[in-house]
């Protein structure tokens, strides 16, 4: 896979304190991260400098040319602009139309349920919505990196699972995606590796790479026959009247649009996690 952005022997210290030592890591092409680790270890700090946002303090960051990022900082600041007019301002700036906006703006506003916010003053609005703001910001264009601080902070859980779907379609799209958050069934959902930040450094990571969906279906030879061709699936078990069948992280959704299609029930997807150092 492609590295888009990495990082070689990155340290970054703020004054002194240092908060990131001697870190290596590439984000590739597809490929989707989930950064964990305990408040004030550099998860920010890491997703700004993935960004380019924060200079090193040493080290190198590298960005093939000419790809776009999209980045949802963890606080969106409080401004004199409503929602409408700032991802107006924003999409002019990206090169979207008048019209392409316009459609943008009423297609995220209505999805994530911010119709009655969008003419709201943004410095006067709820945390949620801020951050809502600043997502539906990140989903206006397609980038090839999409950088997520704490994406969920905040919002309602109707809202997070509007999010977990945009963000899965992005992903089935090929946009290479690192998200820094508390809520492990986020990253199991988003992410197909998980890195641990702790020590200043990253000394762990956690590969999602297959997934086992388990489910029921009435009596269906031919999906039981075809189930094995599927894009990405490895392996399938029939145990009784359950199927488990082992597919790539991110073939996961497929199957699973083509098993409930079928009418199949769905009894569990979990992640089959490998560690790497
Ligand atoms: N601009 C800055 N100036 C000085 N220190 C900073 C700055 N940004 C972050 N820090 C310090 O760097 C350390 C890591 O902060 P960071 O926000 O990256 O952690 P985090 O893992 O994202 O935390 P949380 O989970 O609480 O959001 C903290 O000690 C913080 O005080």
């Not at 030879?221 to 145990?239: E, H, Q």
């Not at 069948?245 to 959704?253: E, F, G, H, P, T």
Request: charged share 25%; hydrophobic share 35%; proline share 2%.
């Amino acid at each position: 896979m492609e590295d888009l952005i990495k990082l070689e022997n990155v340290s970054k210290d703020y004054g002194g304190n240092i908060v990131l030592k001697e870190v290596n890591l590439a984000i590739r092409r597809g490929q989707s991260i989930g950064i964990i680790g305990a408040n004030g270890s550099g998860k920010s700090t890491l997703l700004r400098v993935i960004a380019g946002l924060t200079k090193v303090t040493s080290g190198k960051r590298l960005q093939k040319n000419n790809i776009k990022i999209n980045y949802v900082p963890e606080h969106f600041p409080k401004m004199n602009f409503t929602p409408a007019e700032y991802l107006y301002h924003i999409g002019t700036f990206q090169g979207l139309s008048k019209s392409e906006i316009e459609e943008h703006i009423e297609k995220l506003f209505d999805r994530f349920n911010m119709q009655l916010m969008k003419n709201t003053m943004i410095k006067y609005l709820s945390k949620g919505s801020m951050q809502k703001v600043a997502v539906i910001q990140s989903l206006m264009t397609k980038p090839d990196v999409l950088l997520l601080d704490e994406p969920l902070s905040g919002q309602d859980l109707e809202s997070q699972e509007r999010f977990v779907e945009a963000v899965q379609e992005f992903r089935e799209e090929g946009v290479s995606i690192a998200i820094a958050c508390h809520e492990n069934h986020l990253i199991e959902k988003l992410a197909d590796r998980a890195i641990v930040i702790s020590n200043k450094t990253i000394h762990s990571s956690r590969e999602y790479t297959t997934k086992v969906i388990q489910f029921k279906c009435e009596d269906d030879p031919i999906l039981l026959n075809t189930l094995d061709r599927m894009d990405g699936v490895i392996k399938s078990d029939v145990l009784k009247d359950q199927v488990h069948v082992y597919v790539k992280a991110q073939y996961s959704n497929e199957l699973l649009k083509k098993l409930l299609d079928r009418d199949c029930y769905i009894i569990s997807v979990n992640s089959v996690m490998e560690y790497t150092d």
